[in-house]
């Protein structure tokens, strides 16, 4: 079965310090996954995206890494903001177009 | 560019009763996904739809149905509703392909008592 797994699922960190999200997947075979970010109650915000040939992606003070083989992938946030505070959820894609995500690590930016 | 827009935002229906939430996706996508989000979960795949036909489906009941019009629009059609139908239904929207990114829109909040 195809799953994907966050940990931790909530963290909290003082304002500035540099922080890394886990998402790990069951099976190698991944055409993709992406970060997302989810604030309460709203829909989600693409982050970064990384296609299966790649290794990372980078946007501004956010790096996603890529490791097919152990089935991991990391989310690096260099000197948090309260801002950042939401909800990070890993999706991977698959099959076609049939993408199974995570439950999500929830970020507490502590000021 | 208006992004990935869905209606209405919040809606509120009686258990029994029917439900038709509508998305407009991303311009210049072909391909609309819909997921649905109970509270605490990660996003739960219910339908894709391309060229106005249901390509893939997720583990949803017939209860869940759904239509691509030609303008790419969609609909997701929920009949007798449960109460554990309760959730946020997000419409993502992205084009053909084996590794597209996809776009969400905010969600439509249903609540079912």
């Known amino acids: 079965k195809q799953e994907v797994t966050q940990i931790p699922a909530a963290l909290s960190v003082p304002e500035g310090e540099n922080l890394v999200l886990n998402c790990s997947f069951t099976?190698?075979?991944?055409?993709?996954l992406q970060w997302f970010r989810q604030d309460p109650g709203k829909g989600l915000t693409s982050l970064l995206l990384?296609?299966?040939?790649?290794r990372e992606q980078t946007s501004g003070r956010l790096n996603a890494s890529l490791d097919k083989s152990s089935g991991r992938s990391t989310l690096y946030i260099a000197a948090s903001q309260p801002g950042d505070s939401a909800t990070y959820l890993c999706?991977?894609?698959?099959?076609?177009?049939?993408?199974?995500f995570g439950i999500g690590t929830k970020l507490q930016v502590i000021p | 560019d208006a992004g990935v827009t869905q209606s209405p935002t919040h809606l509120i229906k009686t258990r029994g009763q029917q439900v038709t939430l509508r998305c407009s996706p991303k311009?210049?996508?072909?391909?609309v996904s819909w997921y649905q989000q109970a509270l605490g979960q990660g996003p739960q795949f219910i339908f894709q739809?391309?060229?106005?036909?249901?390509?893939q489906r997720g583990n949803f009941p017939d209860r869940f149905s759904g239509h691509q019009f030609p303008n790419y629009s969609s609909e997701l059609n929920v009949n007798a509703l449960l109460l554990g139908d309760s959730a946020l239904y997000l419409c993502?929207?992205?084009?053909?392909?084996?590794?597209?990114?996809?776009?969400f829109g905010q969600g439509t909040r249903l609540t079912v008592v």
């Open positions: 999706a991977v894609l698959w099959g076609y177009q049939k993408v199974t």
């Open positions: 993502a929207s992205s084009l053909m392909g084996a590794s597209t990114e996809a776009f």
């Open positions: 739809y391309y060229e106005e036909e249901e390509r």
């Open positions: 099976d190698s075979a991944i055409y993709n």
């Open positions: 990384i296609q299966s040939s790649q």
């Open positions: 311009s210049g996508h072909d391909t």
